[in-house]
């Protein structure tokens, strides 16, 4: 079974940067799109970034463009989300996702908290 999970999430000061990491098992890395969400408290979950396995680009939100960049490590089968520029507003639980289906994002990981401190 696929299965994902994050790691690297932690308190930082605002304007700090923090590196996400999303390790896959169960496929291979690369076979299905990739994406980065978020969670804060009482707010609807956010799209942050995704990776599309067709060209590998990436895409974002405005909320974070220019600040967060998606990478990854074929041999690690390794999804990054490096976080710069860090803002308060940052503060959620961040969530790596897999689209199985092509219909939408249908796995999930645990999820990592970032706390972003004024």
């Known amino acids: 079974q696929v299965q994902l999970v994050e790691s690297g999430g932690g308190l930082v000061q605002a304007g700090g940067s923090l590196r996400l990491s999303c390790a896959a098992s169960g496929h291979t890395f690369g076979l299905y799109d990739m994406g980065w969400f978020r969670q804060a408290p009482g707010m609807e979950r956010e799209f942050v970034g995704a990776?599309?396995?067709?060209?590998?680009?990436?895409f974002y939100a405005s909320s974070v463009k220019g600040r967060f960049t998606i990478s990854r490590d074929n041999a690690k089968n390794t999804m990054y989300l490096q976080m710069n520029s860090l803002k308060p507003e940052d503060t959620a639980v961040y969530y790596c996702?897999?689209?199985?289906?092509?219909?939408?994002?249908?796995?999930w990981g645990q999820g990592t908290q970032v706390t972003v401190s004024s």
């Open positions: 996702a897999a689209d199985l289906s092509n219909r939408g994002y249908d796995i």
């Open positions: 990776l599309r396995k067709s060209d590998g680009r990436t």
